[in-house]
């Protein structure tokens, strides 16, 4: 046999080139972008520790919220569509408590107690709708095509969506402040708004929780069984149906925990409020490389970080106008350059062996 | 087992069904169904919408309770079902009762003094306590007696009951229908009335249509015999025919319907247009396309940019010379968003394509490209297309444009999947690395179908932009790459047909029943997870997989009869060898 030789060059196909061209195009981009804005000089220190803050704070609930779609596509392998209807249906609900309380004067009195109730009705809430999804909607389908429990989940948001807009009604509904939370806290000489600083550490906190729930106790070691292989994990005695089961819960709890923080900052909930925080969570799950625990938290912070940041960072430098109507824009570019060039996520390496 | 037990088992489903369905009640009536649909009459004066639901959630008990009754109790599945029905009228007097002591409507905006009004007869929460329970008993009971009568007279039944609850839902487009010469106005007003059938409508049409489907009953083996045993020459005229018939109604209909009815349908038709273009991607070569409205919007800014006669247009053509420009850019389009993901497979190429989807909506309305495209103003003054100096300015006119076009595309598309690249795509979405070792350019056979699909999707984007004559950035959101999604698995995916079922239920319906527009994305989720999880493959799906989602049930397993004669046969045999 002859072999064929070939040089590097002609290996390449005209995909390859594309590609490249893609990846050098970002690239200038994003340098003429950052060169220009800085030499510009716009954006004073503290506009820039506002960025990041306020990212950080974002990004922690967009990686609440990831966790239960990166948890459910790790074991199921299925985009769980109807998630951010999950962190609707909590933050919507529990509405009703903070403002019931706000009506007695004990959310002002006992801000922390109060924190917590509504942390509890808006966790317990999702929990039972993530919960009963997965009974209803998907355990049936668990062995259908992967195209079926995708549709499944489409119906299920709106379904989910349009439940709640029946239930509640169709306004925004005011959230109620805490006093403690207005204004600013002075953190390394700098200020900070209060409401952020409640929601990153509130959100480290859960992902402490819920990385030592995955890794230390028995139910995180039968997830990861099952995620790992469904089959073999129900031959060494895991109840697969409970386990999935649990994973439902545990990322509908995060998502409630998550909407409470979302109502804490935004301050208003509706019930299409799940749609967006939804899609870019998602996006995150994936940035971080989906069905990874810590890839999630991290893919949301950095999406939540880029966001925040990328539009003055990049966008202004090459002179856009309005560079803030075009962070999602950054954000879904994020997206499909991870999933184009490194589908593995950021942290990922398992999935890429499994064909997604 | 015992008969106790199996009575035992029974009960607790009993009692189980009676608690969902209650549930079921409860929901229905604090989402606001019941109290909005009891303002539409399904016969005037007689029963309401909102009844109708109630009514249907109680025989629904009963229903399902005999259902599973097991054959040697089937007459236990009377008292069961009365048990059961009368348990979810109790839990949906819960409602009301609880409604009396604490403000509910706090919190569920619906749960107003006259929803419990309604729940409880108006006769007071003594009044409910009695008669909602026994409401749900006779239901029960009534559906559990009704399964026992043979299906030879249960079937008409239900289809006349059916029919009436249909006609009911669409009364108002044929009210509308029916307006024109004496006669037909004397129809009208026989069988309706301003808000609804009349009583003497709903019989008559429950009627017909039973005794109509009796006979059909009778007759359908006769027929179906004598259609099979035509000569093959006589069985391709009479598909002739009934295809040509099919044609002249659809394109006769919006004539006769008004042009309500013929926006209906446009919609459908260029729904079904991108239908079939996703077909393409998706159905064919098994790519699956998330952000397919990328194409539609490019095909409506193109022709918009090309067409407009205001300030944004830089051509000022004519639709018809824009039209070729339009399938070409769209055609690039896709080929160029295909290039980088030609790579990803699966559920990452539909996150992929979402993300350009979202990516290209959001530039357009951006203020970054508004010189250009208008930002979220949009592109306005875009003519209408003309035919021969004739503008296509109604409806109707449109909606022939649409029926060219889908007709047109449809045949594009059925030979393309019988051709050399059509089976190329199959074998891609059977398996690409298969087909790639099988000598099928991987590069060119996904460029090519993604160039295609978004050619068609460019299409339905032209005719779009010109029949409400211009376009936001607004109309091209996520919701309509969904909905060209859920079509095709609705109808069937890969089947040519299910696209145009798909997109009539998808799409027409909800737009016919915009009355309900409050509870139509509602109902929309609902159908959509029942529809996959009880018939996956699809309204019209293609045989092939049709049999792929079935496999289970193809696999050959003896009736229990046959078991239990087997199992006598051993047992007998082993006594007389014990003996």
Known sequence: MIAIQRTWWQKLSFVDLFLWAFRIAVIVVVIWGTVGTLTAGKYQREHWIFFIVFGLAQGGIYALIALGYTMVYGIL???????????????????????????????????????????????????????????????????????????????ASFFLQYTFRGLYGTGFKAYPEFEVLKGDWIVFGVPVLRTQVLVLVASVLMMVGLYAFVMRTKIGTAMRAVSEDMDAAALMGVNVDRVIAITFAVGGAMAGAAGILYAMVFKQVHFFMGFVPGIKAFTSAVLG???????????????????????????????????????????????????????????????????? | MGASSARR???????????????????????????TFHGRAVIAGAISLGQTMLLLTGLGTGFLVARRTPEPLRWLSIPYSAISGFLSGLVLFTLPFLGNFVDLRAMFVNASPTLFALLTFGKGLAGGLLLLPLAGAVLGMVSALALQVPRRFLRPIGVGVTTVLIVSLF??????????????????????????????????????????????????????QQVTQLPSAGRKSLRAIALIGGLLLVLLLPLVAGSFFAQVLVFVGLYTLMGFGLNVDLGFAGLFDLGFVAFFAIGAYTTALLTSTGPLGIAHISFWSALPIVVLMSLLAGVMLGVPVLRIRGDYLAIATLGFGEIIRL??????????????????????????GLELATPQQIFYVTVAFCVVVAYIAWRLRDSRIGRAWIA???????????????????????????????????????MVSS??????????????????????????????????????????????????????????????????????????????????????????EVMEEALAATKGHVEVEGS
């Open chain 1, 289 to 356: 490389g989906i069905g990874n625990i810590p890839g999630a938290m991290l893919g949301g912070m950095f999406l939540g970080l880029i966001e925040s940041v990328g539009p003055a960072l990049i966008l202004d430098g090459l002179g856009i106008v309005a560079p803030y109507q075009l962070k999602d824009v950054i954000a879904f570019t994020m997206l499909v350059m991870v999933l184009i060039f490194r589908p593995s996520g950021i942290l990922g390496e398992r999935l890429a062996v499994k064909k997604a």
């Open chain 2, 471 to 560: 376009v936001f950035p607004h109309s091209f959101n996520l919701f309509i790459s969904i909905n060209v999604l859920a079509l095709l698995i609705v109808g069937g995916l890969g089947s040519l047909p299910g696209v145009v079922v798909g997109s009539l239920v998808l799409i027409g319906l909800p737009e016919l029943l915009r009355e309900f527009s409050e509870y139509r994305l509602l109902v929309y989720g609902a159908a959509l997870v029942a529809m996959m999880l009880l018939r996956p493959e699809g309204l019209w799906p293609e045989p092939v997989r049709k049999r792929e989602l079935h496999v289970e049930e193809l696999e050959v397993t003896p009736a229990p």
């Open chain 1, 77 to 155: 392998r299925m985009i769980n569509f109807a998630h951010g209807e999950v962190f609707m249906s909590g933050a919507y609900t529990a509405y009703f408590a903070a403002a019931a309380l706000n009506n007695s004067g004990y959310l002002n009195r006992h801000p922390f107690i109060s924190f917590l109730t509504l942390l509890a009705v808006a966790m317990s809430v999702s929990t039972g709708v993530a919960v009963l999804l997965e009974r209803i909607a998907y355990r049936p389908l668990r062995h259908a095509p992967r195209l079926v429990p995708l549709i499944t989940a489409i119906g």
């Open chain 2, 9 to 35: 088992s029974l009960l607790r489903q009993a009692l189980r069904i009676g608690l969902i369905f209650g549930i079921v009640g409860i929901y229905l009536s604090l989402v606001g169904m019941v109290e």
């Open chain 2, 363 to 388: 530039l357009v309305l951006s203020d970054f490209l508004r010189p250009w495209l208008g930002g979220s103003q949009g592109i306005l003054e875009i003519p209408k297309p003309r035919i021969f």
């Open chain 2, 428 to 466: 891609i979405r059977e398996d690409e690395d298969v087909a790639a070792a099988m000598g099928i350019n991987l590069i060119n056979a996904k460029l090519l179908a993604f160039g295609i699909g978004a050619s068609f999707a460019g299409i339905a984007g032209a005719i779009f932009a010109s």
């Open chain 2, 171 to 224: 009364q108002e487009q044929l009210q509308i229908m029916l307006v024109g010469p004496a006669v037909v106005e004397a129809i009208r007003r026989f069988l309706f009335q301003a808000e609804g059938l009349t009583v003497r409508g709903a019989s008559t049409i429950f009627l017909v249509t039973a005794l109509a489907n009796a006979l059909w009953g009778q007759y359908r083996e006769g027929i179906r």
